[in-house]
């Protein structure tokens, strides 16, 4: 069965900004006290911009947003020479669970790939790993930082055929 959904860059689909915004200041941010007008501001003027990164992507089923995932060149303060990062995936709780999520970091990381770079890093919280994992990903580090993360790897290998496109 095919997804019913839509993955877009944001500089396509300006209009889902705000909900992007406000699901990566809830989930990653609104704790630690920065206010979502920051969040909102570095989007607008880092995202929207021309540069490859940092971009984020959109899942959509026609105007309902499902979910975004961003690529950013640091993820990590711990490894700050290390990039490009998928980071910031986030699935609306009714779109879980239908490959919402693993069609976005595929999709973040092909064209991570297809701006040049022969890797790709990520990092997650350890209850994640069999997740990324059954992405593809490799861990290669864990317990990395304050928040004890698990750190991932993806290299481009085209011998490897297509990205593993499992629904966890």
Do not use: K
Not at 18 to 25: E, F, G, M, N, S
Not at 43 to 62: C, K, M, Q, T, Y
């Amino acid at each position: 069965m095919s997804p019913t959904f839509t993955i877009s860059d944001l500089r396509q689909r300006p209009e889902f900004l705000d909900t992007v915004a406000d699901r990566i200041w809830q989930a990653w941010w609104r704790d630690s006290g920065h206010p979502l007008s920051r969040i909102s501001g570095r989007l607008r003027d880092e995202n929207l911009s021309a540069d490859p990164i940092p971009f984020a992507l959109v899942a959509h089923d026609g105007e309902a947003f499902l979910g975004t995932v961003s690529v950013i060149a640091s993820d990590l303060a711990e490894r700050p020479q290390w990039t490009p990062w998928v980071a910031a995936v986030w699935v609306e709780p009714e779109a879980r669970r239908r490959g919402v999520g693993g069609a976005l970091v595929n999709q973040a990381t092909r064209d991570c790939f297809a701006l040049g770079f022969g890797r790709a890093y990520l990092c997650a919280r350890a209850r994640l790993l069999a997740y990324y994992e059954g992405l593809g990903w490799t861990p290669i580090e864990r317990d990395v930082g304050p928040r004890r993360l698990s750190v991932f790897i993806r290299e481009v290998n085209p011998e490897a055929g297509p990205i593993n496109r499992s629904r966890p």
